[in-house]
Structure formats: C-alpha cells, structure tokens
C-alpha cells in the first residue's frame, strides 16, 4: 500500500510555487521560467520520517505571514513527507550536532514528487546554533528563509539574513550558514546543472 498522498502534495506544491512567485525579491524570479516549465510528472514518495518533522510544527506560529499558511501546511503534513539528509554519520562532512536536527522535504526535482530535470525545490529545517560548513556545488541555488534567521557566508561575505529575505548562491559559489537561537526554516531551489549532486565542502 502506498503512503504517498498526491492531495497533499497538490496543495503544497501550489502553496509553494504561490509563495516562490509572490516573493518580492528580484533574484528570485531568476527561477521563475523553470518553475513555470517544471515539467508535468507526478510520482508517488513513500513517506520517510526525519529528526526535522516534529521541529517544524514548533516553528509555524513563527513565521512570516507570508508562509505561514505553506509551512502550516507542511507541518500538519509531515507524516507523509520524504525527510531526506544529504549527509550522514559516516561520511563526516557535516557534524553530528547539525545532523541531529536537520532534514529536507522536497517538493519538485528528479526524485519528485513533481518530477523536474530542470528544478528542484522543497523545504528545509536547521535546528539552533548549528554550523553548515562552507560548501559548494554545480548548480544556482536560492534560499528563502520563513522563519528564524542565519549568519550566512557566500563568497566570503557574512551577514544575518533573516525570514522574508532572498539569499542567492550562484552556481560554484562557496556558502555556509550558522542558525541563530531559533530554527532556521528556508524554502530553497536549485536549478542548472545535476540537481542531485552531493556538495563539495571547503
Ligand atoms: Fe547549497
């Protein structure tokens, strides 16, 4: 039996392109053609659960306005989600602090649920006080924090971007975040390049 639930993700995913497409930052309609032209695929995700699931719930009543009802969505979702972790305990690149409180849903990208080799995107939650070393990878990515706020470093500069803002990291470009005292919630996207890649770290 299937655990996928396609009404849910028709709605997130027409809450999540509403959100990315009212978004007021400039950089972020450079994503605007490939999420129009994703592609038309849907396919079933066996629900995963992961440590980040239940740390979403907590964060809904602080978020901006403006995602409040998609992250609200999200949370009372969650348990038919995929929480995914690029990383793990054996490969050592990121620590066991931040894998304790980390996970991804995705939305949209070769895996699906909405199938796209040209984006990929979904939802991610960083626990408090959690370091994600300076990395980087082949394709152009954008984080859209909705809750909480993150010292981000891309291209050596550093500075706290909060919910509601636009961080664009262009492909190759080094990045890294600290979370503050809260969780860190972001919408993100890649586009261009292997969407599937796994980040080299610095
Ligand atoms: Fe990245």
Redesign the pocket.
């Known amino acids: 039996m299937s655990g996928a639930d396609r009404n849910a993700d028709e709605e997130l995913f027409a809450s999540f392109t509403a959100f990315v497409f009212d978004h007021p930052d400039p950089v972020v309609a450079l994503f605007g053609d490939n999420l129009a032209g994703w592609g038309s695929e849907w396919v079933g995700l066996e629900p995963q659960p992961g440590v980040a699931s239940e740390q979403l719930v907590k964060t809904v009543n602080s978020t901006i306005e403006s995602a409040r009802d998609l992250v609200q969505l999200f949370a009372e979702h969650r348990h038919s989600r995929f929480w995914e972790q690029t990383y793990n305990a054996s490969d050592g690149l990121v620590s066991d602090d931040m894998l304790s409180c980390y996970g991804f849903a995705e939305l949209l990208g070769p895996r699906g649920p909405f199938v796209s080799t040209r984006i990929r995107g979904g939802l991610g939650l960083y626990g408090a006080n959690i370091t994600y070393p300076l ?1 980087h ?1 082949g394709p152009d ?1 954008v984080y859209l924090p909705v809750s909480g706020a993150a010292d981000f470093t891309v291209a050596g500069d550093t500075s706290t971007r909060r919910a509601g803002e636009a961080i664009h ?1 262009p492909s190759g470009t080094e ?1 890294g975040f600290r979370t503050g005292d809260a969780p860190l919630v972001v919408l993100y996207l890649w586009q261009n390049g292997e969407l599937r890649e796994t ?1 080299t770290f610095i």
């Open positions: 990395h990878h990515e990291v990045h980040s």
